[in-house]
């Protein structure tokens, strides 16, 4: 009896334990099945951007949003006069209603504001009556204040303020309530009203997105059952890769639940990935045994062969795969890092699901059926007709290969030039932040939104920090009045600025009181809700700057300029002596991440490529195997920056991974169709008998996987949400170039530096040295 090859080891252990093994990942996905209800559900959050160490993140979460930042709930009225009495008693109700419920901080709107002043000026709060009264207590308003939420005698808002500390629950409790109350309030006939705001919007996004991945999973699951059937049907149970991945999927989910890693918008976008990629692992190590069985003898021995030669294969892919993902982590963007991580536990999952479950299965099914005669004899009895190797897929493949080395410098020559373009456009692709971009367009809040910001300006801010020893002294309350005015008049992006000085101004006639002992009066007798969000004890404050619809209308660039502009004109007005100012907000954080984004992703791809390089030569020690898989990528990636440019799409933090998904999605074929060449190259000793052999055996496996892949990303395509869209869009692309790349460039360049290996060899040893020493002194 023939001992035991160390390489057949785990082949023999695996057809030796089928329960064990089928137990144990039964055990696993019950497992799984638990932590994955611990999963929570997330929207965009400052973390996801910003690194939660950073100065940024410190000033923007625990000096901005924890001490003044809110949460709103924008309700819309329109009618042919919003101001009438009528309206105006909707209104109040509706507004006396909201200022009952738990969690709400405090109602605005013009019904307040008549209010307000009928007490001051009449000795009674209540809504007048008579239209000529309520438009002279109108007029006692501040005119800014006023312009904000009555744009014209036709609109009007009702602002519902929230803390940002609510839940997802409680946020649509109260989102909820004010709908019923909107009901309860009796506006007049007529009279339209709108219930939106951010936090509407965040309720809607969350709903949405917690519908869109169960139908994102079935149509990736659709999808490749298509694919399968369609170019893996020459196997027996052709649609076994397909649980096999879901089962990975399952594993990570639980790893996801276990480790705290939340489900976002970004994250959800990985699974349709993982399963496109995973299904990779399970269709070569089916098609293996297919073609190992199909010569004859047992099950156990394809099994056995299987493992050998191409578990290592698809391990040295995986790792190729995993070192293109680890580029991720270099990203200063967190979202992307935790993209990253979710991407290569996926990977490993769905690797131990083929490895293990998918060739237990496959052994079992085998062993149990005794089908191995009826194909091996083929359906006209010649056993040679129905091999792997010899599927139309396989032939087709072979064709291509051949007919690229025939015109190899041709093919190199298009493909670089190509890419050299593409690398160019790449430059002038241009980055888009706003999260309002990503989702569905068509969302009814989102169109409500949008409605409400053509008719009210947009909401859009920057603020101001301000800090020093006393806040409430007139000079500091005259010197935030100032400044107000001074970037009113000086930037036409500056529509209006809400302060605590503001507010006291229009307490107090228009001007500031000139002595402290009036302003901590006029403090006192303000609204706790107005107060608190302006002012956080006597030495800190904030001036929310408005700036419209400034993402829009001056683009991610001009934004950032007009930051640095803002911390001009602070410098040039001058503070007071002992005074801090410092400029945050949502807008500063998505600036940061725009430039994240915009650099990081070249500093990315370039890090995946020396990573891949150097793991391949440790691997390999041989600088044409470490350097092939390497270079087909580079044109991909160059492609794809022109094909971005061309058809108008935007980086966003899911585009900006493209780099890394190219260089461990292609870098896999290429892997695979080299380990293959060489397997071959090594029976025949024959240069182009080993490549037509390669590409014909293989041909099929690589072709199913890509189309597999491919329709798992385009899965992606199908979602409502523009970013997952798009990412499905380009990642569909990317893989199509690199199938493409791997039948035509990596054959034409593996050949040509084959026939070299001699000269190349002499600086491979030379390489090789150099890093033994490196790995000495480390």
């Keep these: 009896m023939r001992p035991i090859d160390r390489k057949e080891r785990l082949g023999c252990w695996i057809a030796k334990n089928p329960e064990l093994i089928l137990i144990a990942a039964v055990l696993l ?42 949460d709103s709930i924008t309700v819309v009225i329109e009618g042919d006069d919003v101001t009438t009495p009528e309206v105006l008693k909707a209104m109040d ?10 969690d709400v901080i405090s109602v605005e709107g013009i019904s307040q504001i008549v209010k307000t002043s009928a007490e001051n000026e009449l000795g009674r709060g209540c809504i007048p009556d008579e239209q000529e009264l309520i438009d002279a207590l109108l007029l006692k308003g501040d005119p800014r204040l006023l312009q904000n939420i009555l744009p014209d005698r036709k609109h009007t808002i009702l602002s519902i303020e929230l803390p940002l500390t609510l839940t997802d629950e409680e946020r649509e409790e109260v989102l909820h309530e004010t709908e019923k109350a909107v009901a309860m309030a009796e506006f007049p006939l007529g009279v339209g009203v709108i219930v939106t705001g951010d936090a509407a919007l965040g309720v809607a996004i969350k709903k949405e997105m917690s519908e869109n991945f169960g139908s994102l999973l079935g149509a990736s699951g659709v999808l490749m059952i298509l694919a399968l059937l369609l ?17 990975g999927i399952i594993w990570t989910f639980g790893i996801m639940g276990l480790l705290k890693i939340p489900m976002t918008m970004i994250s959800m976008s990985a699974f349709p990935i993982l399963i496109g990629i995973g299904i990779d692992y399970a269709i070569q190590f089916h098609n293996r045994i297919e073609e190992e069985f199909s010569k004859g003898g047992s099950i156990k021995k394809a099994v056995v062969e299987t493992v050998a030669h ?65 194909r091996s004899r083929g359906r006209d009895g010649d056993a040679s007709e129905t091999t792997v190797a010899e599927t139309a897929t396989g032939r087709a493949v072979r064709s291509v290969v051949r007919f690229s080395l025939r015109r190899g410098p041709m093919i190199l020559l298009l493909a670089l030039l190509l890419s050299l373009a593409g690398v160019y456009s790449d430059t002038l692709v241009p980055v888009d932040t706003d999260f309002k971009n990503y989702m569905p367009q068509d969302l009814p809040p989102l169109v409500q939104f949008r409605h409400l910001v053509d008719i009210f300006g947009g909401s859009d801010e920057l603020n101001i920090i301000v800090q020093g020893d006393d806040i409430t002294d007139p000079k500091m309350l005259e010197w935030m009045n100032e400044f107000s005015d001074y970037i009113i008049e000086s930037r036409q992006q500056v529509y209006f600025v809400n302060s605590v000085a503001s507010y006291m101004r229009m307490l107090n006639n228009g001007s500031i009181p000139e002595d402290k002992t009036a302003t901590r009066y006029l403090l006192g007798f303000m609204p706790s809700s107005m107060r608190d969000r302006y002012i956080d004890g006597h030495d800190t404050a904030v001036m929310d700057i408005n700036i419209g619809n400034a993402l829009r209308d ?49 500093e990315m791809t370039l890090f995946g490529l020396v990573v891949i390089f ?95 892949t491919v329709f798992g990303f385009g899965a992606l395509i199908t979602s409502p949400f523009v970013i997952t869209n798009n990412f499905g869009t380009v990642t569909v692309l990317a893989v199509i170039f690199a199938l493409i790349t791997t039948f035509t460039v990596f054959p034409v360049l593996l050949i040509q530096l084959e026939r070299e290996r001699e000269r190349i060899q002499r600086l491979n040893v030379m390489l090789i040295d150099v890093i033994k020493r490196c790995a000495g002194a480390a």
């Excluded at 932590?35 to 993140?57: C, W």
């Excluded at 982590?329 to 990977?347: A, D, K, Q, W, Y």
């Excluded at 934004?559 to 001009?568: A, H, S, T």
């Excluded at 971005?644 to 290429?670: H, N, Q, R």
Aim: glycine share 8%; hydrophobic share 50%.
């Design 554 to 602: 001056l683009g991610e660039e001009g934004v950032d300029r007009l930051i640095k502009e803002m911390y001009k004109d602070v410098e040039w007005f001058g503070v007071p002596p002992g005074t801090s100012v410092v400029i945050t907000g949502n807008l500063v954080v998505m600036t940061t991440v725009i430039e994240a984004l915009t650099t990081g992703r070249t």
């Design 614 to 708: 150097f793991i391949l030569l440790l691997i390999y020690r041989d600088l044409i195997k470490a350097t092939m898989p390497v270079l087909p990528m580079l044109v991909v990636i160059g492609w794809m920056g022109g094909v971005m440019y061309i058809t108008g799409m935007k980086y966003t933090p899911l585009t900006a991974t493209l780099g890394a998904l190219i260089l461990g999605v292609g870098s896999e074929y290429s892997i695979l169709m080299m380990e293959r060449f060489y397997e071959e190259l090594k029976r025949c000793n024959d240069i182009d008998q080993a490549i037509s052999k390669a590409s014909s055996s293989i041909g099929s496996a690589l072709v199913a996987s890509g189309l597999t």
């Design 310 to 374: 191409t578990a290592p294969a698809v391990l040295i892919a995986l790792a190729i795969t995993a070192a293109g993902f680890f580029s991720l982590f270099t990203s200063s963007v967190p979202m992307i890092r935790t993209f990253g991580v979710l991407c290569l536990i996926g990977l490993i999952m769905c690797y131990l699901s083929a490895l293990f479950v998918g060739i237990t299965v496959l052994y079992a099914a085998e062993t149990s059926g005794n089908n191995r005669k009826n």
């Design 231 to 247: 170019v893996f049907r020459h196997v027996n149970w052709p649609l076994l890769p397909l649980p096999v991945v879901f089962l």
């Design 29 to 70: 996905t019950l497992l799984s099945l638990h932590y994955a209800q611990q999963i929570e559900m997330h929207g965009m959050r400052t973390e996801d951007f910003v690194d939660e160490g950073s100065m940024l993140y410190q000033t923007y979460e625990h000096l901005f949003k924890e001490r003044f930042a809110t």
């Design 93 to 102: 109700r509706l507004a006396v209603h909201m200022e009952s419920v738990p």
